[in-house]
């Protein structure tokens, strides 16, 4: 079935770029969405379809997709930044939902 | 307002059966494709199930087919995950979310419900 790869951590000074890996095997032939989830949480959907962002998302968070990595970056980061980044696909061949392991942003 | 509540977890003892509801509420909830999410305790999301908005496909992880059933009823605006033969795997906070964009089996997630904690135990 369909691989994605994540980092497992990532850190980042206040004020930074975050960026946030996902790789995939052609992951970018699929559409990726990317999912925020703050300790004790439901997830929330931070970008979708590589790039787009659903109202109420500031623009700091942006992605991009291309050949076998997908990419989300949190510009300015903030300390309410902090929480698991996860990023998921459709894998057509299997009809399953995939998503990556979970990156944890921690703002030092 | 626009929500999604989960309900129907709780302790049950490995091999035993157990039910959990997903009640829609401020949208209409048949056009939509729904999904079932858990999440063990400290580790990540993992999808379990997905049902296409007219009950049409469903789809399920490899770690759960044959033993949970997806199904929903648009009259009661609610979707279900009927699990059988739990075992001790299946502990975790089970989520049900909505898609984005109606009836497409691919769109992003955009409403998720706070879960339903599922404790196997004997």
């Known amino acids: 079935s369909y691989v994605l790869t994540q980092p497992p951590s990532v850190s980042v000074a206040p004020g930074q770029t975050a960026t946030i890996t996902c790789g995939g095997k052609n992951i970018g032939s699929k559409s990726v969405h990317w999912y925020q989830q703050r300790p004790g949480q439901a997830p929330v959907l931070v970008v979708y379809d590589d790039k787009d962002r659903p109202s109420g998302i500031p623009e700091r968070f942006s992605g991009s997709n291309s050949g076998n990595t997908a990419t989300l970056s949190i510009r300015g980061v903030e300390v309410g930044d902090e929480a698991d980044y996860y990023c998921?696909?459709?894998?057509?061949?299997?009809?399953?939902?995939?998503f990556g392991i979970g990156t944890k942003v921690t703002v030092l | 307002q626009v929500q999604l509540v989960e309900s129907g977890g709780g302790v049950v003892q490995p091999e035993k059966s157990l039910t959990l509801s997903c009640t829609a509420s401020g949208f209409s909830f048949s056009p939509y494709v729904m999904h079932w999410v858990r999440q063990a305790p400290g580790k990540g999301l993992e999808w379990v199930a997905v049902i296409f908005f007219d009950g049409s496909q469903k789809y399920y992880a490899d770690s759960v087919k044959g033993r949970f059933t997806i199904s929903k009823d648009d009259s009661r605006s609610t979707l279900y995950l009927q699990m059988n033969s739990v075992t001790v795997d299946d502990t975790g906070l089970y989520f049900c979310?909505?898609?984005?964009?109606?009836?497409?089996?691919?769109?992003?997630?955009?409403?998720w419900g706070q879960g339903t904690l599922v404790t196997v135990s004997s």
């Open positions: 979310a909505r898609v984005r964009e109606k009836h497409f089996y691919d769109s992003a997630w955009d409403l």
């Open positions: 998921q696909v459709w894998d057509d061949p299997s009809s399953h939902y995939v």
